[in-house]
C-alpha cells in the first residue's frame, strides 16, 4: 500500500507507489508528502493556497489498496488465476511454473522507453513482459509459502518432490499509480529487483534463511509505527518509523520517518539518505541509486557504499553504464513542475569519470545506445562515444 501525493497543476496528478514497502498508514503523521512529489528534474511541492483534489473534483477518490500486477495489466487476469495457488502443497508445482516462466521471459524481456511525465510516469519507465510479470508473481507466491510454513514442512514437501535446490531466484516488480484528474488512473511498474528466496534446507538449518529484522507494525495513539523483529519475534529495532521495507539481501532496509527517508542497516544505524524520487527513494538503476549532501547529487550502492562522491549539481540515474550530469546548472520552477536549466552537462561512467564531457547545455538519458543532447540551441543526437549521430 502507498501513500498519495497531490500535484495540483494545469493536470492534477495523484502519485501512489505501490506495495513494495511495508503496508504504512493512509496518512503519515506530521509528512508533508505532497512537498515530496517528484517530477522529472528535481522535488516538486504542491501549490500553496490551492483547492485540494477532492474540493476540486468531488467525485474523485483515492486509491487506498496496494497496486498488484492486476492493476496495472488487467488483461492478465486468466493467466495469472490459472498459477498453482501459494500453499505448501503446491511448492513443487510453483518451483517448475517459475523456471519455465523465467525461460520464456529470457525469450521475450521487457523493454526502457521514454515514460509520459504528464500521466505521472518516471523520466525511463521499464515496462515488463507478460512473462516477467507471470516469473514475478509465481516468485512471489513462492516467498509467501516459505515465509508461511516451517522450515520442515518446506522441505519435506520438496524432497518428495525430489527438489533438491535450496533457494528460488527470480525478479520482482512493484506498481504505483498516478491519478490524472480529468483523464483517469495510470498505473506503472518498477524496473525489476532480484530476489534470492532461500528454503532453509538441512545443510543450512543452522543458520537461518538470512537472519535479517522482519518488519512489524505496532498501533499508537496517533496511527501506525513500523519496527523489526529477530526471527524469534524479539523487537530488535523499536517501531517508530511510518513506513518499513523489507531488509535487502545486502541488509539494508529503506525506512520512513515523519521528516525524511533512510536507509539503516540491521542494528538500525542510518546507513545513507538517498535522493527522494516519486514519493520513496530513488529507485536503483543499473545497481546505483542517487543521494545528495549539501546540494550536490552522488551515487551509491546496494549496500550503501557511496561510489561517486556528491560534486554534481544534478545526475540522471544511469542507463547503458553512462549517466548524464550537469554543472552549474539550477532548479527553475514553473508552478508545481521543476527543471534544470543552465550549467553544462555531460556524461559518467559508474567510476564516476567522465565519459563525455561536458559540453552540452541539456542531455537525457541513453536508449538504444543513443541520447539526446541540446548542443547550440539545438537537439542532436549522440552516440555512447560521443559522437554525433543522424
Known amino acids: 500500500m502507498g501513500l498519495s501525493t497531490v500535484v495540483?497543476?494545469?493536470?492534477?496528478?495523484?502519485?501512489?507507489?505501490?506495495?513494495?514497502?511495508?503496508?504504512?498508514?493512509?496518512?503519515?503523521?506530521?509528512?508533508?508528502?505532497?512537498?515530496?512529489?517528484?517530477?522529472?528534474?528535481?522535488?516538486?511541492?504542491?501549490?500553496?493556497?490551492?483547492?485540494?483534489a477532492e474540493e476540486t473534483f468531488p467525485d474523485y477518490r483515492p486509491k487506498l489498496s496496494p497496486d498488484t500486477v492486476?492493476?496495472?495489466?488487467?488483461?492478465?487476469?486468466?493467466?495469472?488465476?490459472?498459477?498453482?495457488?501459494?500453499?505448501?502443497?503446491?511448492?513443487?508445482?510453483?518451483?517448475?511454473a517459475l523456471e519455465d516462466s523465467k525461460a520464456r521471459a529470457r525469450e521475450n524481456p521487457g523493454r526502457w522507453q521514454s515514460g509520459d511525465i504528464a500521466r505521472g510516469a518516471d523520466p525511463r519507465e521499464y515496462r515488463p513482459s507478460n512473462d516477467e510479470l507471470v516469473a514475478a508473481e509465481i516468485g512471489?507466491?513462492?516467498?509467501?509459502?516459505?515465509?508461511?510454513?516451517?522450515?520442515?514442512?518446506?522441505?519435506?514437501?520438496?524432497?518428495?518432490?525430489?527438489?533438491?535446490?535450496?533457494?528460488?531466484?527470480?525478479?520482482?516488480?512493484?506498481?504505483?499509480?498516478?491519478?490524472?484528474?480529468?483523464?483517469?488512473?495510470?498505473?506503472f511498474a518498477s524496473p525489476p529487483e532480484p530476489v534470492r528466496v532461500t528454503f532453509g534446507l538441512s545443510s543450512s538449518k543452522e543458520?537461518?534463511?538470512?537472519?535479517?529484522?522482519?518488519?512489524?507494525?505496532?498501533?499508537?495513539?496517533?496511527?501506525?509505527?513500523?519496527?523489526?523483529?529477530?526471527?524469534?519475534g524479539n523487537v530488535v529495532i523499536e517501531p517508530k518509523f511510518v513506513i518499513a521495507d523489507e531488509f535487502s539481501p545486502e541488509g539494508m532496509a529503506a525506512v520512513a520517518t515523519e521528516k525524511e527517508w533512510l536507509y539503516i542497516d540491521t542494528a538500525g544505524a542510518?546507513?545513507?539518505?538517498?535522493?527522494?524520487?516519486?514519493?520513496?527513494?530513488?529507485?536503483?538503476?543499473?545497481?546505483?541509486?542517487?543521494?545528495?549532501?549539501?546540494?550536490?547529487?552522488?551515487?551509491?550502492?546496494?549496500?550503501?557504499?557511496?561510489?561517486?562522491?556528491?560534486?554534481?549539481?544534478?545526475?540522471?540515474?544511469?542507463?547503458?553504464?553512462?549517466?548524464?550530469?550537469?554543472?552549474?546548472?539550477?532548479?527553475?520552477?514553473?508552478?508545481?513542475?521543476?527543471?534544470?536549466?543552465?550549467?553544462?552537462?555531460?556524461?559518467?561512467?559508474?567510476?564516476g569519470e567522465i565519459a563525455i564531457p561536458l559540453e552540452f547545455s541539456d542531455a537525457r538519458g541513453f536508449e538504444g545506445g543513443r541520447a539526446r543532447v541540446k548542443l547550440d540551441g539545438n537537439w542532436v543526437t549522440i552516440d555512447t562515444e560521443g559522437s554525433l549521430v543522424e
Open 8 to 52: 495540483l497543476a494545469l493536470a492534477l496528478v495523484v502519485s501512489a507507489p505501490g506495495p513494495a514497502r511495508a503496508s504504512p498508514p493512509a496518512e503519515a503523521p506530521g509528512v508533508d508528502w505532497a512537498a515530496k512529489q517528484t517530477d522529472l528534474l528535481g522535488e516538486t511541492g504542491p501549490a500553496r493556497g490551492v483547492a485540494s
Open 70 to 96: 492486476l492493476d496495472y495489466r488487467p488483461e492478465m487476469a486468466i493467466e495469472i488465476g490459472a498459477l498453482p495457488p501459494a500453499q505448501l502443497m503446491s511448492l513443487p508445482d510453483l518451483m517448475q
Open 140 to 187: 512471489e507466491r513462492i516467498a509467501r509459502v516459505v515465509a508461511d510454513s516451517p522450515p520442515e514442512g518446506v522441505e519435506e514437501t520438496l524432497a518428495a518432490a525430489g527438489i533438491t535446490r535450496e533457494e528460488a531466484e527470480y525478479d520482482r516488480f512493484s506498481f504505483r499509480h498516478a491519478d490524472v484528474m480529468g483523464s483517469g488512473r495510470f498505473f
Open 207 to 232: 543458520a537461518p534463511p538470512d537472519g535479517k529484522p522482519i518488519p512489524f507494525v505496532q498501533e499508537y495513539g496517533d496511527g501506525e509505527r513500523w519496527g523489526y523483529k529477530d526471527e524469534k
Open 270 to 351: 542510518v546507513v545513507i539518505r538517498p535522493f527522494i524520487f516519486d514519493n520513496g527513494p530513488d529507485y536503483f538503476s543499473e545497481g546505483l541509486a542517487r543521494f545528495t549532501e549539501d546540494g550536490k547529487f552522488g551515487f551509491f550502492d546496494r549496500s550503501g557504499k557511496v561510489v561517486i562522491g556528491p560534486r554534481f549539481d544534478f545526475a540522471f540515474p544511469f542507463s547503458e553504464g553512462l549517466a548524464a550530469v550537469c554543472a552549474g546548472c539550477r532548479e527553475e520552477r514553473e508552478g508545481e513542475h521543476a527543471r534544470m536549466t543552465g550549467g553544462k552537462w555531460g556524461y559518467i561512467d559508474k567510476s
